[in-house]
């Protein structure tokens, strides 16, 4: 069970507002008095899915894909998975037939 509390201070903007000047700053206190280890876990699932759908987003959406939950402690960079990988050349296979053409013919070598 966790204990304590810790304070961040964070700064937000209105989703119309495009000026980063006009951000307001919140301290924000996160009391874990009394969380469970299922919570905690289950806090720490919710964020690791926001983020990995923005990392997709950007870089390729995988039909599957595993992540350690350390990987996402703070300041840690997501790293790039075999699945992801994938996902990325499939998109470049299925819009560019030169990409397809070349992917096809590297997999052909791989087999001989």
């Known amino acids: 069970m966790a204990t304590g509390k810790v304070t961040y201070t964070v700064k937000t903007r209105k ?3 495009t ?3 006009n951000a307001v700053a919140t301290a924000l ?3 874990f008095d009394g969380t469970t280890d299922d919570d905690l876990k289950a806090i720490s699932a919710k964020q690791i899915v926001v983020s990995r759908q923005g990392y997709w987003r950007k870089h390729g959406i995988p039909k599957t894909d ?3 939950a350390k990987d996402f402690a703070h300041g840690a960079r997501q790293s790039l998975t075999v699945e992801v ?3 990325v050349l499939l998109e470049g296979a299925k819009t560019d037939p030169a990409v397809r053409a ?3 013919a590297q997999l ?3 087999t001989k």
């Open 15 to 17: 989703d119309d507002d």
């Open 19 to 21: 000026l980063k000047a």
């Open 29 to 31: 206190t996160i009391v």
């Open 66 to 68: 595993t992540v350690s």
């Open 85 to 87: 990988a994938e996902a």
């Open 102 to 104: 070349r992917l096809i």
């Open 108 to 110: 052909q070598a791989m």
